[in-house]
């Protein structure tokens, strides 16, 4: 079966999450020579109806393609496309990759009575997450903004990485949650406590970090498995996770997460430094994203996604008019203390909080006890900085 080719045009459908219908329209692009199906959805097989493994050859210019995709899942299909219609089927002047994007599992909850529900348990352990919609509500949300926007707290101890397309990423790393809003957030049940349900047993805060790409200029992170730096720390299992919370609405167009659902399951990948960061083989990504669907997670402010240190994700450029912040906590599972001292802590118990903490808090400025910390004198071998000036430094 055909691999899909980098240098082939692709045709971006985005399709639906499950079970309803997806269409191409070949007036847009040309004569409709062939059409073969190579990938496969996370559902029953064949994933599209009408698109299966046998070539098609529609006939008018105006013909639309139509499938339906049975599983949340991400298909992938080759089409050539001619001028001619009676060569198209047999010698296309263009191959097009059709690649119908799938939407990432979904979970709405009461965000004032958030529990965990075995089917989320269940989507982290073969999706690799839980993506929940609705996680912080509007007063909790508010609560973080004032604590990260409305002082230069966070922001002094920006520093900046830049990227391989000269894009850049302005954060902050801390080691400890503290009792601002930020650690009360990561030491709340929902937050915490789910982590330990995820993970299957207690666990503690591995590290926060506030993650922010401004407009125009910020930069992308390349396809890479968190464990691929934390095994690096001697933390000898994948027993962690991280939670991403937007403060900022993340969609394509500044820079959202992107993940390749299920492949977690395939365990940590090899990572070498490529501009600064640890990133995996661009060559092995494709080969697994025609197994494991690629899904653009946009979210918006308030939304968690809860994700398994081992699942592929990726962030695009910030190519839009207004920043994208999000604040990422990770945590360890307890009996994974790591086996050598690095820049983030080794176990130290975690004070759980009940949720209404959160909206409790007047905390906004006392940072005492979080220790942030830089990578120029942290001893972090999992970077290789590049710095670039910080407009916050
Ligand atoms: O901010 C993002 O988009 C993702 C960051 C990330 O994956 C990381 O810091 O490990
Ligand atoms: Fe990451």
Not at 99 to 111: E, S
Not at 215 to 227: A, F, I, K, S
Not at 235 to 258: A, H, Q, R, T, Y
Request: hydrophobic share 30%.
């Amino acid at each position: 079966m055909e691999t899909i080719s980098k240098r082939r045009p692709q045709l971006l459908v985005h399709g639906p999450a499950v079970s309803s219908s997806s269409a191409v329209r070949t007036r847009d692009v040309g004569y409709l020579g062939r059409l073969q199906c190579h990938g496969r959805g996370l559902g029953e097989e064949p994933p599209m109806e009408g698109f299966g493994n046998k070539p098609t050859y529609p006939r008018s210019q105006s013909d639309t393609l139509r499938g339906h995709v049975t599983g949340c899942g991400c298909v992938h299909a080759y089409v050539g496309l001619s001028s001619d219609s009676k060569t198209a089927s047999r010698r296309p002047e263009v191959i097009h990759d059709i690649v119908i994007m799938a939407q990432p599992k979904v979970f709405h909850c009461d965000p004032r009575n958030f529990e965990v529900t075995e089917e989320m348990i269940e989507s982290f352990n073969t999706r690799g997450y839980v993506f929940v919609r609705g996680f912080l509500d509007k007063e909790e949300l508010e609560q973080l903004r004032k604590t990260v926007e409305d002082t230069d707290l966070f922001v002094k101890p920006f520093f900046a990485l830049l990227d391989d397309t000269g894009g850049k990423t302005e954060r902050c790393i801390w080691r400890h949650p503290g009792n601002d809003v930020t650690g009360i957030i990561a030491r709340s049940e929902k937050v915490a406590g789910t982590a330990e349900q995820l993970l299957g047993g207690e666990v503690y805060h591995y590290h926060s970090k506030l993650m922010t790409k401004a407009p125009r200029v910020g930069g992308r992170h390349l396809w890479h498995q968190d464990y691929g730096y934390w095994y690096q720390n001697g933390c000898l299992f994948p027993d962690m996770l991280s939670v991403l919370i937007p403060i900022d609405p993340c969609g394509k167009i500044n820079g959202c997460l992107e993940v390749l659902e299920g492949s977690h399951l395939m365990g940590r990948l090899d990572h070498s430094l490529r501009s600064g960061l640890q990133g995996c083989d661009p060559e092995r990504i494709e080969q697994v994203k025609t197994r494991c669907p690629h899904m653009y997670v946009e979210m918006d402010p308030g939304d968690a996604i809860f994700f398994h240190c081992n699942l592929l994700h990726c962030s695009g450029n910030n190519l839009s008019d207004t920043k994208r912040w999000v604040l990422i906590s990770a945590y360890n599972k307890a009996s994974n203390d790591p086996v050598k001292k690095h820049h983030h802590p080794n176990y130290t118990k975690l004070e759980k909080v009940p949720n209404s903490a959160i909206r409790e808090c007047r905390n906004y400025t006392d940072l005492s006890g979080k220790e942030f910390t830089d990578p120029r004198t942290s001893g972090d071998t999992t970077i290789n900085i590049n710095f670039g000036k910080s407009s916050a430094l």
